[in-house]
Nanobody, 131 residues
Framework: QLVQSGGGLVQPGGSLRLSCAAS????????IGWFRQAPGKEREGVSC????????YYADSVKGRFTISRDDAKKTVYLQMDSLKPEDTAGYYC??????????????????????????WGQGTQVTVSS
């Protein structure tokens, strides 16, 4: 089980941090991803991190603004979101998959059927960027 926290309403240019904590299992050997889904749009991957070596992946839309990190002792992955834009408004979800390849290979173009490889999902949290 993955338990999310964070999110909320923020003005454009502001920051938020999302948390994703593993419950009942460790993150060893997993890749943890953050996804978002805006109304009327399909769910898409925005960032991933490897629990093994800490390697990361960012979608172009968030590169340079979002930072993914992990705290192994707390079994928690974070998504720090800075310089938020109205187009970042969406429901955000974390998910985990046992790694069978590199973060780059597994996390590029995370949409549609590629999301099915992630077996554990958080409950989701809303992020609204508005003035």
């Amino acid at each position: 089980q993955l338990v999310q926290s964070g999110g909320g309403l923020v003005q454009p240019g502001g920051s938020l941090r999302l948390s994703c904590a593993a419950s009942g299992f460790t993150l060893d050997g997993y890749i943890i991803g953050w996804f978002r889904q805006a109304p009327g749009k399909e769910r898409e991957g925005v960032s991933c991190i490897s629990s093994s070596d800490g390697s990361t992946y960012y979608a172009d839309s968030v590169k340079g603004r979002f930072t993914i990190s992990r705290d192994d002792a707390k079994k928690t992955v974070y998504l720090q979101m800075d310089s938020l834009k109205p187009e970042d408004t969406a429901g955000y979800y974390c998910a985990a998959v046992l790694a069978f390849s590199s973060v780059q290979a597994m996390c590029v173009n995370l949409t549609g059927s590629r999301l099915q490889m992630f077996g554990f999902w958080g409950q989701g949290t809303q992020v609204t960027v508005s003035s």
